[in-house]
């Protein structure tokens, strides 16, 4: 798979990208990212990308002309599956978008900044909207990177054990259950005897119990 971002602080999302699981799947191959500055396209030799708004108002938007030019660019060779556009506006991030999304070869992600982008280029381009919660981020970036990971850790053979993900949190919209490591008998604080009763069955069921248990609690408004 390969993501493709635009964006006009890249170092936001440098770091983020280059450890753990995210590291793993670019160097096995699997996922690759390319971030690219939008400033490459900017309009004139003094770097202009973004311009007043229409109609009055602070802030500036993101000029539409750029914009255009690198998804275009960046489109010529491989067509992009997806054009998505990381906006709190857009709809919110849930384990079934990052499900759907894992399954694509070449996606590109627009992060915003300022008072956003032109809408044309929204209309024109975008295919999908995706915001990562009810709270505004100064930029789309580490919304970009939150995406990325979301995705690129479930793209099959990322994962050393390629069960694990199948018992996240979110998938069949249940939340994971409790886990525990040594010492069993912590400060005076036991872990639950089934778990160390070996037998696969009874932790099995209790593992669900547990988890449906905690869903109810936490999160009743998961659908069942
Ligand atoms: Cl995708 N962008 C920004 N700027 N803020 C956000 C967001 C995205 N998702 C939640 N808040």
């Known amino acids: ?6 964006s006009v602080l890249p170092e936001l999302l440098e770091s983020p990208l280059q450890h753990s699981i995210m590291k793993r799947a670019q160097d096995k191959g ?11 396209w900017a309009v004139n030799e003094y770097g202009q990308i973004d311009d007043y708004q229409f109609g009055g108002g602070a802030g500036m ?7 255009a030019n690198a998804i275009e660019d960046l489109g010529k060779n491989k067509p992009f599956d997806e054009i998505i556009y990381l906006t709190p506006d857009g709809k919110t991030l849930n384990q079934s978008m990052a499900n759907q999304l894992s399954l694509k070869e070449n996606i590109l992600l627009i992060c915003g900044h300022y008072k956003g982008i032109d809408e ?3 209309q024109k381009y975008v295919t999908r909207e995706i915001s990562i919660g009810d ?12 995406l990325i990971d979301a995705i690129g850790r479930i793209i099959p053979g990322v994962l050393n054990d390629e069960t694990s993900a199948l018992f996240d949190s979110f998938q069949d919209n249940l939340l994971a259950p409790p886990v525990y490591t040594r010492p069993s008998d912590w400060r005076g604080m036991k872990v639950p005897d089934i778990l160390l009763s070996g037998d696969p069955k009874k932790i099995e069921d209790w ?14 408004d998961l659908p069942k």
Do not use: F, N
Not at 30 to 39: E, G, K, N, P, Y
């Open 1 to 6: 798979m390969h993501i493709h971002v635009l």
């Open 30 to 40: 699997i996922l690759t990212v390319q971030v690219h500055h939008l400033r490459k």
């Open 61 to 67: 938007v993101m000029m539409p002309e750029p914009l």
């Open 120 to 122: 044309r280029i929204r």
């Open 135 to 146: 709270y505004v981020l100064s930029g789309g970036e580490l919304a970009a990177a939150v």
């Open 207 to 220: 593992r669900y119990d547990q988890a449906v248990e905690r869903t109810e609690k936490r999160r009743p």
